[in-house]
């Protein structure tokens, strides 16, 4: 029987899968292990209101886990053995065996992608990245200048200004560039209205104690640099010998299950599976969903059902008190309809707490 089923990271889709796999399998007596490095659900989507010296609320592991028999370890992973069937910890149990495993172990900052970036610039994918900058930008006031023009790049400009800073947002290319032309203007206008100074097509090749170097090869004076320019996902599953694209996301088939090794189910930031391949928790969350239930279908002797997905709408805050809705097709693609202002912040707000509940449901 294979009953060890082992989650590694509780970030959006990994909760879900696991509370999904729990709540299916509660009279099978299989077991459901969900490993995280820290004891705390961090909702990154929030991170940028943190950095901006916003309070959110405090979400322990174990609250949100409470009821569901699922044990929890607060270890970080430093590999992965497929064919021993176990995960390496550096804390006790310091081993766990598995005959499931679910790999959602998120993403982080690209810091590696330009020299200086790791030593100069605050990142702001994880919850500890977004404690520094807050202190940081809490003891300096001067400019911040955010690198990077996507979804986070732009919230997090548009949240500093709101706080009463002065931002910049730097971008290799367009500003929102998977938005509509509406959508990119709305964004446009906004930024200028809360004084973030924009500047398109200008790449960051490097980042100084007190500067950024551009391709052109000017250099620019920066305050505290947010570097929001990319993700990356851990090296774990390339170095354990699963099969990954480029980037190191694992691959998966429409199972959401490893092209390479079927007991290994891969989600969230950390896995490509299609088209669904926009890092969000969208994505995630859906991903993990599918994946509890898959877990309980292979235990229960029935071929796990392709995952459906599709995009909605991409969901942007500028601020607290406006945003824009860009409504897509299920490929992600943006259609010209869009909601802004303060319908759209609400629309957002709403949508990232109902995510906290339907995960603590
Ligand atoms: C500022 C910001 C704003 C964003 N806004 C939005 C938004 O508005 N909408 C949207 O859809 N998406 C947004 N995103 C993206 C979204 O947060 C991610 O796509 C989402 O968190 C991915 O979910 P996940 O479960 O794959 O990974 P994560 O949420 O990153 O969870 C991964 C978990 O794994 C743990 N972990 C990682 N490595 C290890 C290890 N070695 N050992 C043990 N545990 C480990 C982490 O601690 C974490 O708990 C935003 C991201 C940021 C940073």
């Known amino acids: 029987m294979k009953d060890r089923i082992v989650v590694l990271g509780a970030g959006y889709a990994g909760l879900a899968a696991a509370k999904r796999a729990a709540r299916r399998l509660r009279r099978t007596g299989a077991r459901v292990t969900l490993v995280n490095a820290t004891d705390r659900f961090v909702e990154r989507v929030r991170l940028h209101q943190l950095a901006a010296g916003q309070r959110l609320p405090d979400l322990p592991l174990a609250g949100l886990l409470s009821g569901t028999g699922i044990e929890l370890v607060v270890a970080r992973v430093v590999g992965i ?76 400009a548009a949240e500093f200004a709101a706080a009463g800073l002065r931002a910049e947002l730097l971008s290799a290319g367009l500003v929102g560039p998977g938005l509509s032309a509406r959508g990119r203007r709305h964004v446009h206008r906004a930024l200028a209205r809360m004084g973030v100074s924009v500047r398109e097509h200008t790449r960051v090749t490097g980042v100084g104690p007190e500067s950024v170097l551009l391709a052109d090869g000017d250099e620019l004076r920066a305050g505290t640099v947010v570097w929001a320019a990319g993700f990356r996902v851990p090296a ?126």
């Open 81 to 156: 053995d497929p064919v021993a069937r176990t995960v390496g910890l550096d804390a006790p149990p310091y081993t766990v065996g598995y005959d499931l495993l679910v790999y959602a172990l998120g993403s982080g900052s690209d810091v590696a992608a330009v020299p200086g970036a790791r030593e100069h610039a605050y990142p702001l994918a994880t919850g500890d990245e977004a404690a520094l900058l807050r202190a940081r930008l809490a003891s300096e006031k001067g400019p911040v200048t955010v690198v990077g023009g996507g979804l986070t790049g732009i919230e997090a």
């Open 236 to 361: 774990l599953a390339s170095a354990a010998g699963l099969a990954t694209d480029e980037h190191g996301r694992m691959l998966v088939d429409r199972t959401l299950r490893s092209v390479s090794h079927p007991d290994v189910f891969g989600i969230g930031d950390a896995a490509a599976a299609g088209h669904a391949t926009r890092m969000a928790c969208q994505t995630g969350l859906p991903m993990g969903v599918c994946t509890g239930r898959g877990v309980a279908d292979l235990l229960t002797g029935r071929e796990p059902r392709p995952a459906r997905f599709r995009y909605v709408w991409q969901n942007i805050s500028l601020g607290r008190h406006d945003g824009v809705t860009q409504f897509t097709r299920a490929d992600d693609s943006p259609v010209d309809a869009i909601m802004t202002g303060a319908a759209s912040a609400a629309f957002k707000e709403t949508i990232t707490r109902g995510t906290v509940w339907t995960i603590r449901h």
